[in-house]
């Protein structure tokens, strides 16, 4: 193992220990500098990263971590409106599944 390989195992610990956990996401370019930003945020913990933390959703609950589950459901009543939107979206769902020009098997490309 050479030295930049031991020096790059030793960093990657050191970021584990901390908590810390490596991501690699893809963007629009016009948008990087902002993805950039916010992750150079959440790397502190304090002041401005609560803030961007709360906005995003990633507030701590009392009691434990929040979940994906916690983070998108709608603690309040949906209105007659929105359950009339949602059995839309999802009769739509059903007849583009028995739809052989929508639901199509894919080629996919490796």
């Given at each position: 193992?050479?030295?930049?390989?031991?020096?790059?195992?030793?960093?990657?610990?050191?970021?584990?220990?901390?908590?810390?956990?490596?991501?690699?996401?893809?963007?629009?370019?016009?948008?990087?500098?902002?993805?950039r930003?916010?992750?150079?945020?959440?790397?502190?913990?304090?002041?401005?990263?609560?803030?961007?933390?709360?906005?995003?959703?990633?507030?701590?609950?009392?009691?434990?971590?929040?979940?994906?589950?916690?983070?998108?459901?709608?603690?309040?009543?949906?209105?007659p409106?929105?359950?009339?939107?949602?059995?839309?979206?999802?009769?739509?769902?059903?007849?583009?599944?028995?739809?052989?020009?929508?639901?199509?098997?894919?080629?996919?490309?490796?």
């Amino acid at each position: 193992m050479n030295a930049k390989t031991k020096a790059l195992k030793a960093h990657r610990a050191r970021l584990k220990k901390r908590g810390m956990k490596r991501l690699e996401v893809c963007v629009p370019a016009r948008e990087a500098a902002v993805i950039r930003r916010a992750a150079s945020v959440l790397r502190e913990q304090a002041g401005e990263a609560g803030r961007l933390r709360q906005v995003l959703g990633f507030a701590q609950t009392p009691g434990g971590v929040a979940t994906a589950v916690d983070l998108f459901a709608m603690p309040e009543r949906s209105s007659p409106v929105d359950d009339a939107m949602w059995d839309q979206a999802m009769a739509q769902i059903a007849r583009d599944r028995k739809d052989p020009a929508v639901n199509r098997p894919r080629k996919f490309v490796s």
